[in-house]
């Protein structure tokens, strides 16, 4: 989804790959940026490997943003036969920077998709305001929905509980012309033709056998309301299409799989049939999703031709997986965006990470900003090898981009309006002194630990707890590191007094100061006054430097904090 971000950028010459074409002009090399299905946050995302290359030579055209995008039929001889004056490419958001959030139920897969997001779930497990925090969470990473459930559109409605019709009207278009027929074979029949066919070590298909209903049986079945779905005739003679990365594709679906069941018997759609009718009717021109979906092309392009339809044009982008090689899923909770906005990272930082883990760029580097990314991007250096995402590494990835905030004015804003509420949310009634809570007062303590902290999040873990709360200690930890702590305590409160005349403290001030302090004192030793100060400010016994806490708290706290060490003797 956050990689969506980067496509609909990266395309100022809108460039994708078409043959020659009369009623085109400038010509060039290269391939074209695209788009997908992610069944979860970062799969199926388009991946950029280091290594490999890509096979084969086409011509490709790129036409200027300022003219008319042309896939007539013309152009190839793959089914890229389309007209549109806009490109709509399922994906979230397009190159034409149309962002469409579908929310489908039906299938059990989470999809984030196209011009839409597309989730998938069983209809009596949809989670009451999912479809609000999918669309949050699109705000959240910068591309907010034109069109949505909450928004509308006018390629609504938007809930695939509300396109039944449909979904049923295409399905029965099917059935009038001979290419699907009703199945009412029952889910124990259906489970032992499973069971059979792993026993004698086959694959599991459905065997057609509704295909071959007289009409009488059929009229008396129907009659008779016995529950039933509905399959799609699967063809032989499946044309070849010319995939945007994988090249020329042809799978003979009808040789290995049973007819697929297009409408179940509760009226929802499967995947096949509502991908097809919802990409036809909202003028989806693109659709490039995760590779696995690569063998189902020919499939959905057999619904095309059944329903008289024109396909869009196809793409399959290889997927994201674990550092270990194994495929991200739905079921790592830690992965949902949610997860990651928690934890406090940015949505440039899960980019960066995603485009660093493959290809599409000449070189990798850590930190690019969105519109280094856009300069950078090279869609002919995208492959068809898939990538390993280590999120090991996103804290790294996170405090660069986190440094980049904190000098951005704007996004600094952004920062410091999320840190009050984590500040608030962890700490609640403990926080003392609501001067904490201040922007200039979190501004200092952002700039202080830039470079230092990977997420605002870590500001709110116990290590710095003093920024936000008085810390307690106890009369035997100061005794045991000298007998002098009063006097240093007053020591401490005198500078402080004298630095109150507006005069903006500093590190590199403030540790010359305490070293002239230290040696005030007839007994103590520099790192012993050190620990002193460090325990009457934060209770801790380490953390960043004495001077910077100083600096963090400000005269005022400090002298507070100094006060109470001498009321506690």
């Given at each position: 989804?956050?990689?969506?971000?980067?496509?609909h950028?990266?395309?100022?010459?809108?460039?994708?790959?078409?043959?020659?074409?009369?009623?085109?002009?400038?010509?060039?090399?290269?391939r074209?940026?695209?788009?997908?299905?992610?069944?979860?946050?970062?799969?199926?995302?388009?991946?950029?490997?280091?290594?490999?290359?890509?096979?084969?030579?086409?011509?490709?055209?790129?036409?200027?943003?300022?003219?008319?995008?042309?896939?007539?039929?013309?152009?190839?001889?793959?089914?890229?036969?389309?007209?549109?004056?806009?490109?709509?490419?399922?994906?979230?958001?397009?190159?034409?920077?149309?962002?469409?959030?579908?929310?489908?139920?039906?299938?059990?897969?989470?999809?984030?998709?196209?011009?839409?997001?597309?989730?998938?779930?069983?209809?009596?497990?949809?989670?009451?305001?999912?479809?609000?925090?999918?669309?949050?969470?699109?705000?959240?990473?910068?591309?907010?929905?034109?069109?949505?459930?909450?928004?509308?559109?006018?390629?609504?409605?938007?809930?695939?509980s509300?396109?039944?019709?449909?979904?049923?009207?295409?399905?029965?278009?099917?059935?009038?012309?001979?290419?699907?027929?009703?199945?009412f074979?029952?889910?124990?029949r259906?489970?032992?033709?499973?069971?059979?066919?792993?026993?004698?070590?086959?694959?599991?298909?459905?065997?057609?056998?509704?295909?071959?209903?007289?009409?009488?049986?059929?009229?008396?079945?129907?009659?008779?309301?016995?529950?039933?779905?509905?399959?799609?005739?699967?063809?032989s003679?499946?044309?070849?299409?010319?995939?945007?990365?994988?090249?020329?594709?042809?799978?003979?679906?009808?040789?290995?799989?049973?007819?697929?069941?297009?409408?179940?018997?509760?009226?929802?759609p499967?995947?096949?049939?509502?991908?097809?009718?919802?990409?036809?009717?909202?003028k989806?021109?693109?659709?490039?999703?995760?590779?696995?979906?690569?063998?189902?092309?020919?499939?959905?392009?057999?619904?095309?031709?059944?329903?008289?339809?024109?396909?869009?044009v196809?793409?399959?982008?290889?997927?994201?997986?674990n550092?270990?090689?194994?495929?991200?899923?739905?079921?790592?909770?830690?992965?949902y965006?949610?997860?990651?906005?928690?934890?406090?990272?940015l949505?440039?930082?899960?980019?960066?990470?995603?485009?660093?883990?493959?290809?599409?760029?000449?070189?990798?580097?850590?930190?690019?900003?969105?519109?280094?990314?856009?300069?950078?991007?090279?869609?002919?250096?995208?492959?068809?090898?898939?990538?390993?995402?280590?999120?090991?590494?996103?804290?790294?990835?996170?405090?660069?981009?986190?440094?980049?905030?904190?000098?951005?004015?704007?996004?600094?804003?952004?920062?410091?309006?999320?840190?009050?509420?984590?500040?608030?949310?962890?700490?609640?009634?403990?926080?003392?002194?609501?001067?904490?809570?201040?922007?200039?007062?979190?501004?200092?303590?952002?700039?202080?630990?830039?470079?230092h902290?990977?997420?605002?999040?870590d500001?709110?873990?116990s290590?710095?707890?003093?920024?936000?709360?008085?810390?307690?200690?106890?009369?035997?930890?100061?005794?045991?590191?000298?007998?002098?702590?009063?006097?240093?305590?007053?020591?401490?409160?005198?500078?402080?007094?004298?630095?109150?005349?507006?005069?903006?403290?500093?590190?590199?001030?403030?540790?010359?100061?305490?070293?002239?302090?230290?040696?005030?004192?007839?007994?103590?030793?520099?790192?012993?006054?050190?620990?002193?100060?460090?325990?009457a400010?934060?209770?801790?016994?380490?953390?960043?430097?004495?001077?910077?806490?100083?600096?963090?708290?400000?005269?005022s706290?400090?002298?507070?904090?100094?006060n109470?060490?001498?009321?506690?003797?």
């Amino acid at each position: 989804m956050l990689l969506s971000s980067f496509i609909h950028c990266s395309t100022p010459s809108r460039c994708f790959p078409i043959k020659t074409c009369t009623r085109c002009c400038q010509y060039s090399t290269g391939r074209s940026v695209r788009i997908l299905d992610t069944p979860v946050l970062l799969k199926n995302a388009l991946t950029f490997n280091r290594s490999g290359g890509h096979g084969g030579k086409q011509q490709y055209m790129r036409l200027k943003s300022s003219r008319k995008r042309c896939f007539s039929s013309e152009c190839d001889e793959v089914g890229h036969q389309h007209e549109h004056g806009d490109v709509r490419v399922r994906f979230a958001p397009s190159p034409t920077g149309k962002i469409m959030q579908r929310i489908c139920l039906g299938g059990g897969v989470l999809n984030y998709t196209h011009l839409h997001t597309h989730t998938h779930t069983d209809q009596s497990r949809l989670v009451p305001g999912a479809a609000e925090s999918i669309e949050d969470m699109l705000e959240w990473a910068g591309i907010p929905p034109d069109e949505s459930p909450r928004g509308g559109g006018q390629y609504g409605p938007y809930l695939q509980s509300q396109r039944l019709s449909l979904y049923s009207q295409a399905a029965d278009s099917l059935v009038q012309t001979g290419k699907a027929y009703h199945c009412f074979c029952s889910q124990q029949r259906l489970e032992l033709l499973k069971r059979e066919a792993l026993r004698s070590g086959q694959t599991p298909r459905y065997d057609n056998r509704c295909r071959h209903l007289r009409p009488d049986q059929l009229e008396e079945k129907l009659d008779q309301k016995v529950p039933h779905v509905i399959r799609f005739r699967l063809e032989s003679g499946v044309e070849p299409f010319n995939d945007l990365v994988f090249g020329w594709n042809r799978h003979e679906v009808a040789q290995v799989e049973g007819d697929p069941v297009v409408l179940k018997a509760d009226g929802f759609p499967t995947y096949h049939l509502a991908n097809v009718v919802d990409d036809h009717l909202m003028k989806v021109s693109h659709v490039l999703r995760g590779s696995e979906w690569l063998i189902s092309t020919s499939k959905h392009l057999l619904l095309y031709r059944a329903l008289g339809w024109k396909p869009p044009v196809f793409g399959h982008l290889p997927l994201l997986l674990n550092r270990d090689g194994s495929k991200l899923s739905k079921r790592q909770g830690d992965i949902y965006i949610q997860s990651f906005q928690r934890s406090g990272a940015l949505p440039e930082a899960l980019l960066d990470i995603t485009t660093h883990c493959g290809s599409g760029f000449n070189s990798n580097r850590v930190g690019r900003k969105m519109e280094e990314l856009i300069t950078e991007f090279n869609p002919s250096k995208i492959t068809t090898h898939s990538a390993l995402l280590d999120l090991d590494k996103l804290p790294e990835f996170n405090k660069i981009h986190l440094q980049q905030r904190i000098d951005d004015a704007v996004q600094r804003d952004w920062l410091v309006r999320d840190l009050q509420v984590r500040i608030q949310e962890v700490y609640g009634t403990q926080v003392q002194d609501q001067d904490v809570l201040q922007p200039d007062y979190i501004t200092r303590v952002l700039h202080l630990r830039k470079g230092h902290i990977s997420s605002v999040s870590d500001l709110v873990s116990s290590e710095y707890s003093y920024l936000w709360v008085r810390p307690s200690f106890s009369d035997q930890q100061m005794t045991a590191l000298s007998s002098e702590t009063q006097h240093i305590a007053t020591l401490v409160i005198r500078l402080m007094e004298g630095l109150k005349g507006g005069e903006e403290l500093t590190v590199d001030q403030l540790s010359v100061e305490l070293k002239t302090l230290a040696k005030k004192t007839s007994n103590t030793k520099y790192r012993d006054v050190m620990k002193i100060i460090r325990l009457a400010l934060s209770g801790l016994q380490q953390g960043p430097s004495v001077a910077e806490m100083m600096v963090s708290l400000g005269p005022s706290e400090i002298t507070h904090r100094f006060n109470r060490v001498l009321q506690q003797h």
